[in-house]
């Protein structure tokens, strides 16, 4: 069983950064998909930035790309979100997911539906 856990939200301004956290444990050997997703009120859940743990691979949103930037410790089980110039529309929570995708990673990955694994989400709120 795969745990994972967020953290490193907050409330900033606009043009502000933070970077979120989240801290797996379990067997995480066949999860080489790791994501991270928001949703804000009243709108679906979207994928914001995917790593594939083979190959480090990394994949954006158009609306987070250049923004954004995922990355991972393996040392530490711990896979990050650098989040720069943050924009009011940026407000949501965040989830952590992890799940297993062999074919096709650049579109499968942007798909809540491959993963198995989630955190419970933490608040991002940006201000104007």
């Known amino acids: 069983q795969v745990q994972l856990v967020e953290s490193g939200g907050g409330a900033v301004q606009a043009g502000e950064s933070l970077r979120l956290s989240c801290a797996a444990s379990?067997?995480?050997?066949?999860?080489?998909?790791m994501a991270w997703f928001r949703q804000a009120p009243g709108k679906e859940r979207e994928a914001v930035a995917t790593?594939?743990?083979?190959?480090?691979?990394?994949y954006y949103s158009d609306s987070v790309k250049g923004r954004f930037t995922i990355s991972r410790d393996d040392a530490k089980d711990t896979v990050y979100l650098q989040m720069n110039s943050l924009r009011p529309e940026d407000t949501a929570v965040y989830y952590c997911?992890?799940?297993?995708?062999?074919?096709?990673?650049?579109?499968?990955?942007?798909?809540?539906?491959?993963?198995?694994?989630w955190g419970q989400g933490t608040q991002v709120t940006v201000s104007s």
């Open positions: 997911a992890a799940g297993t995708v062999l074919v096709a990673f650049p579109r499968r990955s942007m798909n809540s539906s491959e993963y198995t694994y």
């Open positions: 790593i594939d743990t083979y190959t480090d691979n990394t």
């Open positions: 379990g067997y995480t050997g066949r999860s080489n998909a």
